[in-house]
């Protein structure tokens, strides 16, 4: 299920295979042990792909609703990714979280997928924010979802939509960082552990910047 801004040197630094979204989003800076930068990926990014598979399966073994089962083999993940990556470009984006000392550890990801349909160029849907389970109350649920509205918005997208598992530790981030609830939908999807759940839907509006 869906759900510091310049790039930086990522060829230079070969990330660690340490990366669930978290309640981190109102998190004190004090608690962060190093710098979190937020990088924007591209299809030649691939030396991401082992840490970015890893926490796929973090978050999914945490009981993530993502459109995966637990429990979730390094195959699936890794063939999703691939996916992600072929589709990067124009109406496709992905950022990372990591830590902007030592070797750069992967923290989270999130993507941003813009509608390309002629009647909707305003708007793009939010999904898959993760946040690995090691890393949580730091803050950067919140760093990411702050990355992908100021890109929206930039780009002329002033309303975006998401959804997520309805009751879970997610919504509570989502609402916290002022996204409004639409309704939701009763048995949506299966979550990892098999069991029917209903899903959330929220949107938020932007200010216009062009």
């Not at 340490?18 to 030649?44: G, H, N, Y």
């Not at 390094?74 to 990714?81: E, G, H, I, P, S």
């Not at 990591?98 to 999130?110: N, T, V």
């Not at 009763?186 to 990892?192: G, L, Q, S, V, W």
């Amino acid at each position: 299920m869906h759900v510091a801004l310049s790039p930086t040197a990522i060829h230079a630094r070969a990330p660690r295979a340490l990366t669930s979204l978290a309640s981190d989003a109102a998190a004190s800076p004090s608690l962060q042990r190093a710098p979190i930068e937020i990088v924007k990926l591209t299809s030649r990014d691939l030396q991401w792909l082992p840490a970015l598979t890893s926490l796929l399966i973090d978050n999914v073994h945490q009981g993530a609703t993502l459109g995966f089962l637990a429990p979730l083999s390094r195959y699936q993940a890794l063939d999703y990714w691939h996916g992600v990556f072929a589709r990067l470009g124009q109406h496709h984006a992905l950022w990372i979280a990591c830590e902007s000392e030592g070797p750069g550890r992967l923290l989270g990801a999130i993507q941003l997928s813009l509608c390309p349909l002629a009647n909707a160029h305003h708007r793009g849907e939010v999904q898959r924010l993760m946040v690995h389970s090691q890393e949580r109350s730091r803050g950067v649920a919140g760093q990411l979802m702050a990355r992908v509205e100021t890109a929206a918005a930039t780009q002329g997208r002033f309303l975006l939509q998401l959804e997520t598992c309805a009751d879970s530790q997610a919504e509570a981030v989502f609402a916290h960082l002022g996204w409004q609830r639409a309704g939701a939908i009763p048995d949506h999807c299966h979550d990892a552990e098999g069991q029917l759940r209903a899903a959330a839907l929220y949107w938020k509006r932007l200010p216009h910047l062009v």
